[in-house]
């Protein structure tokens, strides 16, 4: 595990505030993010965990505060920021007209890879025999997988993932669990969602940021 310092800190929020339709989702909150962590947000449905992972990426802007990267405003670092941020929404993301190896290919060529091997890609996340396959006719599991099939090739140093787990089975969950270790034992973060305990990263390697539902 990486030591944390402020040269190896890639993320930090500082009295983020987050308003939606007149309600305040968090106020004031402020954490650093390291080289190392493995980072998940807590919180019941409504807490604001999507806009929170919105604006770490620099797709929402917060009401108040700031996100930094290497200690520069995101708004100022975007293209370094952006070489370096693989972010993964709620939605899958994939094609239904392209075939799961379609789909893989074109993420991968967008992040400027020339010849990547699709199908041994595809053969990690358990899609073998389906890489010719519309993903119009693919499960929920399967659009999830072709959309993950990207973590095992990419040099970005920050992964947000907003609920990654769905529609994964277990021995598919324990398998993302080990490759978040991996990745972030390499130097690099993982911030994510999710509504399922993981039982490969321990409680001691895994930081929490929690968010309360607000009534008010």
Known sequence: MV??????????????????????????????????????????????KTSLLRILAGLSRPYAGSVLYRN?????????FNEDLLYLGHLPGVKSELTAEENLNFNLRLSGYDDPDIRDILAKVNL??????LAGHLSAGQHRRTALARLWHTTSKVWILDEPFTAI?????????????????????VILTTHQDMGVVSDSRLKKIKLEYNFD
């Open 3 to 48: 030591t944390a310092t402020k040269e190896n800190t890639l993320i930090s929020a500082s009295s983020l505030t987050c308003i939606r339709e007149e309600r305040i989702l968090f106020d004031e909150l402020s954490f650093d993010i390291q080289e190392g962590d493995i980072v998940q947000i807590e919180g019941p449905n409504g807490a604001g």
């Open 72 to 80: 520069e405003d995101i708004t100022r670092a975007r293209d370094e």
């Open 128 to 133: 073998s025999g389906f890489e010719d396959a």
């Open 169 to 189: 089975d277990k021995k598919g969950v324990e398998t993302l669990e080990k490759l978040f270790i991996q990745h972030a034992d390499n130097g690099g973060c």
